[in-house]
């Protein structure tokens, strides 16, 4: 079946590094990719997507690009800020199950 | 706030137990989806409905059942409850079925199984 991969962390970076999750997944067909990203106590927020090979999505300076040759869709941010502290999830979705397939989840912890 | 709300937010409840988590879709969405989150399993998507009817299944377990309303709210229902299945039942919308459409999530229900 479909899944998902990522780095499950804790993953610990002073304020302005430079951020890489690294996501990467299993799939038949085309999927449809997502970061999610949950604040503690809070529910899951879309945080960026992409619908088919070489699509970039961006929000909130965070980047990332659907890379079918090496099935991957690293999450990227050039300076975090300590309200980037969270737990970030990379999922896919395909055309006729259309629930979520999520990885287990990146805990970031961003250090004044 | 993603607009979808849930209730109640937590709930104790015994082995044996049956327990229904309410959900309300965000204004204009039809299909509304839910998930388990727990530790050892992460996030596990359970069951889909649209416009009433149930269009996908995930890893629902046959104790467990949910349905949609025609005001678009949707239940779900777990019934003889276990201990594994204290979690995080979240609930989300989306304006239509497929996968491009943005779901968004609820603040979710904690169930706790003693």
């Known amino acids: 079946g479909d899944s998902v991969t990522q780095m499950e962390g804790p993953v610990t970076l002073s304020e302005e590094a430079f951020l890489t999750i690294n996501c990467t997944y299993t799939?038949?067909?085309?999927?449809?990719l997502f970061w999610y990203v949950q604040y503690p106590g809070e529910g899951l927020q879309l945080l960026l997507k992409?619908?088919?090979?070489?699509d970039k999505g961006s929000n909130k300076g965070f980047e990332a690009t659907y890379r079918k040759e090496t099935t991957s869709f690293h999450l990227e941010k050039g300076s975090v800020q300590v309200s980037d502290s969270a737990v970030y999830f990379c999922a896919l979705s395909k055309g006729g199950a259309d629930g979520l397939t999520f990885g287990k989840g990146t805990h970031l912890i961003i250090q004044p | 706030d993603s607009g979808v709300t849930q209730t109640p937010k937590h709930l104790i409840t015994a082995t044996g137990q049956r327990v229904t988590l309410r959900c309300s879709p965000r204004?204009?969405?039809?299909?509304v989806y839910w998930y388990q989150q727990s530790l050892d399993q992460g996030l596990q998507f359970l069951i889909q409905?649209?416009?009433?009817?149930?269009?996908a299944k995930g890893n629902i377990l046959e104790r467990f059942s949910a349905q949609q309303f025609p005001d678009l709210h949707s239940e779900l229902n777990l019934s003889s409850l276990e201990l594994g299945d204290s979690a995080l039942y979240f609930c989300?919308?989306?304006?239509?079925?497929?996968?491009?459409?943005?779901?968004?999530f609820g603040p979710g229900t904690r169930l706790t199984v003693t």
């Open positions: 992409a619908t088919k090979a070489d």
């Open positions: 409905y649209y416009n009433g009817e149930e269009r």
């Open positions: 799939a038949t067909g085309y999927p449809s």
């Open positions: 204004s204009g969405d039809l299909s």
């Open positions: 989300a919308s989306s304006v239509g079925p497929g996968e491009t459409y943005e779901q968004y």
